[in-house]
């Protein structure tokens, strides 16, 4: 069966950096379009960066462009979001997403941008 565990999030001060992991098991990984989601306290879930198989093209929200960048090891199962000058506005928790078959999200990792 499909699983995807984050790890990575915490407490940070505004303009600090993070990196989340996604670790991945039960589908063909190098194959399949990875996703970050998050979703903050009272609003819907967004759509935050996307990478395609095999390190395909990446797309980003406008509201983290040239801050995240997403990336995959294939070799590990894992795709990683680096996040670069947070804002207090990019705390929430924050979801490895992928579908195969059906749409599969991890358990979610919080992230809080604090002073």
């Known amino acids: 069966q499909v699983q995807l565990v984050e790890s990575g999030g915490g407490l940070v001060q505004p303009g600090g950096s993070l990196r989340l992991s996604c670790a991945a098991s039960?589908?063909?990984?190098?194959?399949?379009?990875m996703n970050w989601y998050r979703q903050a306290p009272g609003k819907e879930r967004e759509r935050v960066a996307t990478?395609?198989?095999?390190?395909?093209?990446?797309n980003y929200a406008d509201s983290v462009k040239g801050r995240f960048t997403i990336s995959r090891e294939d070799a590990k199962n894992t795709v990683y979001l680096q996040m670069n000058n947070l804002k207090p506005e990019d705390t929430a928790v924050y979801y490895c997403?992928?579908?195969?078959?059906?749409?599969?999200y991890g358990q979610g990792t919080q992230v809080t941008v604090s002073s």
């Open positions: 997403h992928t579908y195969y078959g059906g749409n599969y």
């Open positions: 039960g589908f063909p990984f190098s194959l399949y379009t």
């Open positions: 990478i395609s198989g095999f390190s395909g093209p990446t």
